[in-house]
């Protein structure tokens, strides 16, 4: 399914390639958007919602402000006895700072990311008086991204960023100019 998606979406990046440019990152405008991606950690689907409010500031250049959410979940087994499930829901703030192109269709960032991971971990198995340990806290991490304008108020995106707690992520999903 993974795989079906990414190559879905290359095949609509070169197809539209080739047409006209169209609307870019404008100031003072919201955009929203969806995600699936595989997380590095436990080597997982994850689902993702993206925003971002974008400005200009003065002597610095275009930023987007605004809140991502991921969510994801994974086994691992325990010597053939159980598995040990987790589950992570990210929720936090973005900050990313956008390069002006020549091309407008294309739309390349980088930025930080400030996220609280309320992770969970269970024990599927024999009853072995094995403790749940707590999971997840605090992340800091770096992400860099490109979206490719198809239509004035819709792009293809592609992120990939790696932070704290071990974990990283590739992304490719969609943003609507709102």
Known sequence: MLLRTLYSTVVLIILF????????????????????GLSFLGSTPQIGINYEHSMELQNFGRVGIGGIFRYWSYSESYYNDGNWNYTDVLIGAQGNYHFLLNNESFDPWVGLVLAYDAGSVSWNGPDYNY??????????????????????????????????????????GVDFKL
């Open 17 to 36: 390639s080739f047409g006209s440019a169209n609307a870019q990152y404008t100031m003072q405008k919201d955009y929203l958007g969806a995600s699936v």
């Open 131 to 172: 403790s749940e340990p707590t999971y997840g806290g605090f992340f800091l991490g770096a992400q860099a991204g490109i979206r490719y304008w198809i239509q004035p108020n819709l792009a293809l995106i592609a992120r990939m960023g790696f932070g704290t707690l071990s974990y990283g992520a590739l992304e490719l």
